[in-house]
């Protein structure tokens, strides 16, 4: 079973430019979130989808944007790239939608690592 | 809100050597907590999970248990190898709704043979 990938695996934009990632999560799974990692902040949520609806977002400007498809593939869009920016983002798949009382594991893929430069 | 202190290191030990990263964490709700692992150019593997106060999660040698009292769960591990060497995760979910990870700075370890 092919675990979650992640498309492009490096990346080098300047200031003001914008980029978009890709995350196709593993067969099944219908829940997508993403993470920012730096070697500052550690690693932040940025938001989770399910069922092409976002329905969770940490605290991250509105250049971070975000959506999912009804294949469940999700992209992630930051817009105005600053030197900040910087990072290795990651995805999480997991199975089912959650609720009170169930646990479902997140399942990472490799990241994608952005440079700004 | 929800947070995770983890002790960040760097931890260098000798192969067979006792392992303990600290974790506490915010006693919001009813999180399930976890510690992840992440070794070079790679993304996130569990290591483990406990869901409920008093639970002990283990896998590959490695346990942790959730301490309610102390809200705590701190990693050990009897005798790492070199093997184990990477950074560690300890990270609570929100409770009622599970998707959302808040992670601690992480802890590098490096096992020397």
């Known amino acids: 079973k092919a675990g979650v990938t992640q498309t492009p695996r490096y990346l080098i934009k300047t200031r003001g430019q914008q980029v978009t990632l890709s995350c196709s999560p593993i067969?099944?799974?219908?829940?997508v979130s993403w993470y920012q990692q730096t070697p500052g902040q550690g690693l932040q949520f940025l938001f989770e989808y399910f069922s092409e609806t976002q329905r969770n977002k940490g605290n991250f400007p509105g250049r971070f944007s975000g959506r999912q498809f009804s294949n469940s593939r999700s992209e992630m869009n930051v817009s105005t790239l600053e030197l900040g920016d910087s990072a290795l983002y990651l995805c999480?798949?997991?199975?089912?939608?959650?609720?009170?009382?169930?646990?479902?594991?997140?399942?990472f893929g490799p990241g994608t690592r952005l440079t700004v430069l | 809100g929800d947070s995770v202190t983890q002790m960040e290191g760097p931890v260098t030990l000798s192969e067979e050597a006792f392992l303990t990263i600290n974790c506490t964490y915010t006693?919001?709700?009813?999180?399930?907590l976890f510690w992840y692992v992440q070794y070079p150019g790679e993304g996130l593997q569990l290591l483990l999970k406990?869901?409920?106060?008093?639970d002990k999660g283990s896998n590959k040698g490695f346990e942790a248990t959730y301490r309610k009292e102390t809200t705590s769960f701190h990693l050990e591990k009897g005798s790492v190898q070199v093997s184990d060497s990477a950074v560690y995760f300890c990270a609570r979910d929100s409770g009622g709704s599970n998707y959302k990870l808040t992670f601690g700075k992480g802890t590098l370890l490096t096992v020397n043979p």
């Open positions: 006693a919001t709700g009813y999180p399930s």
């Open positions: 067969s099944g799974h219908r829940s």
């Open positions: 406990a869901t409920k106060a008093d």
């Open positions: 999480a798949s997991s199975r089912v939608s959650g609720g009170a009382g169930s646990y479902n594991e997140q399942f």
